[in-house]
């Protein structure tokens, strides 16, 4: 009977991880899909309990209680701008936590110890698997953490750097399928050590550019960790949990390089974001304006197109947009927000900043929708967004964005770009739209120049 249940309470979480899913795909029920989950989660936690092997519970409360404290103090104190990374780091952890029950049961079976279920060629293929996928997405998470932060800065490349890896990678596969066949504990150590080393390295040499596409790729690694750990325990609730979670995150990952045009062999392997990169010389200077003019030209416009991109999560200027926004919907201007789907450092990133603003859903428009109405609009404020409005993409062969999607600002009448500074954009390429004639550049905080806007919009 007590089988029974738990059984029907991992059913019961499972039903629930879909629906939270299936409702975190659109925005308007985002909020509350992560709740679902959250109850599927805490009932696939709490039936375990009941299980008749769980031992150590007082290990296991101590831990939870430790997990949830921490959790919970850095998801209040952490800002938005620094979601990505926690993102990121948080995947990490799932990664690692999978590898760890791998190498337990590895270690364990390898000592003359009993894990308390099958051990079988089958079993000892998907710990191997399961370790080697979830070791590398913890390090190299870990990696994608530092980028984010700021802690690493540079390029990390060098010749025949890319043999290296694969030698890494294939050494490390080779020690694994051994231990498929027989246990050795030195070769058990090195195998992770090999795992770890690899996720590093193959994290290293990506730039910022793609860290979007990256994050999602790990986040599925970690998916199928959780689930092939999940076959090694025999336990339902992991299976189905980490199939979801390594499927949703494929499915992202191939979205976000389809936006980006590139395949994903070409995202971990060209270093395409790395600093430095570029194409072509650009011609023309930048041509500055004042808030004053700026405010004037987007009042008395028709269609007002936004383009929000880092520099908005940087300065966190979300709700001085937002106030900008309504001032100009208050005088009869139509505004719609534009989002590219890799603008900001991590999917989705721009538009968590937007909902935590109160940006109304049908405001914002994807890449597909809105490229047609920008020959028809007035003006384009693009705030901090540098690569996705780039028309190298378009116009240079040469460039090594040459062919992505990109949100054609360059086809509206005016554009107005805020702008810290005259650097280029985190895929290091200079921006061709700031020196487009039609193209006007105000420079500063983004906060404070969307202050500066709503104060000369009030005032007309």
Do not use: C
């Not at 989950?37 to 031992?55: I, Y």
């Not at 620094?82 to 995947?91: E, F, H, K, S, T």
């Not at 979205?255 to 194409?279: C, D, E, I, Q």
């Amino acid at each position: 009977m007590l089988e029974i249940l738990i059984k029907s309470s991992y059913l019961l979480a499972a039903a629930l991880f879909i629906i939270g899913l299936q409702r975190m795909s659109s925005p308007k029920t985002a909020r509350s899909g992560i709740v679902w989950a959250g109850f599927g989660m805490l009932l696939a936690v709490f039936a375990s309990f009941f299980l008749p092997e769980m031992h150590n519970l007082g290990l296991i409360i101590l831990a939870m209680a430790l997990g949830t404290v921490l959790a919970w103090v850095s998801g209040k104190k952490v800002a938005m701008t620094d979601m990505p990374q926690m993102v990121a780091l948080y995947n990490g952890m799932g990664g690692g936590s999978a590898a760890a029950i791998g190498m337990v049961a590895l270690l364990t079976v390898a000592a003359g110890g009993d894990t308390g279920h099958e051990w079988n060629t089958t079993t000892a293929t998907l710990a191997v698997l399961g370790s080697l996928i979830g070791t590398i997405s913890f390090s190299g998470s870990i990696i994608a953490f530092a980028k984010l932060q700021g802690l690493m800065k540079g390029q990390f490349i060098f010749s025949g750097q890319k043999l290296v890896n694969g030698l890494i990678f294939a050494a490390a596969v080779v020690l694994g399928v051994m231990q498929i066949f027989e246990l050795n504990l030195f070769e058990i150590v090195l195998f992770f050590v090999l795992a770890l080393v690899f996720g590093i390295a193959m994290t290293l040499p990506i730039g910022g550019a793609d860290m979007p596409v990256v994050i999602s790729l790990y986040n599925a690694f970690t998916g199928l960790a959780v689930s092939f750990e999940g076959y090694v325990l025999q336990n339902e609730s992991m299976i189905i949990a980490g199939m979801l979670v390594g499927a949703a995150g494929m499915l992202l990952t191939q979205l976000m390089a389809k936006a980006m045009n590139r395949s994903l062999t070409n995202v971990l392997f060209s270093n395409f974001g790395a600093a430095g990169a570029g194409g072509g010389g650009v011609e023309g200077t930048m041509k500055e304006t004042t808030a004053t003019d700026a405010a004037v030209m987007m009042a008395y416009a028709e269609r007002v197109v936004i383009v929000p991109g880092y520099g908005m999560a940087v300065a966190q200027a979300q709700h001085k947009i937002m106030e900008l926004t309504q001032q100009l919907l208050d005088r009869g201007v139509k505004v719609k927000f534009a989002i590219h789907p890799v603008a900001g450092r991590m999917p989705g990133h721009m538009n968590v900043l937007l909902a935590e603003a109160g940006v109304p859903y049908d405001l914002i428009e994807d890449l597909e929708d809105i490229n047609p109405e920008f020959p028809n609009t007035d003006v384009v404020l693009v705030i901090g967004a540098n690569d996705v409005v780039n028309p190298q993409a378009k116009e240079d062969p040469s460039s090594p964005i040459y062919g992505m999607p990109i949100l054609e600002a360059d086809q509206a009448r005016n554009v107005i770009v805020i702008k810290r500074g005259r650097g280029t954009g985190f895929a290091g390429i200079e921006n061709t739209l700031f020196f487009k004639d039609n193209t006007r550049m105000l420079f500063g905080d983004a906060q404070e120049v969307a202050n500066q806007l709503v104060q000369e919009v009030k005032q007309l």
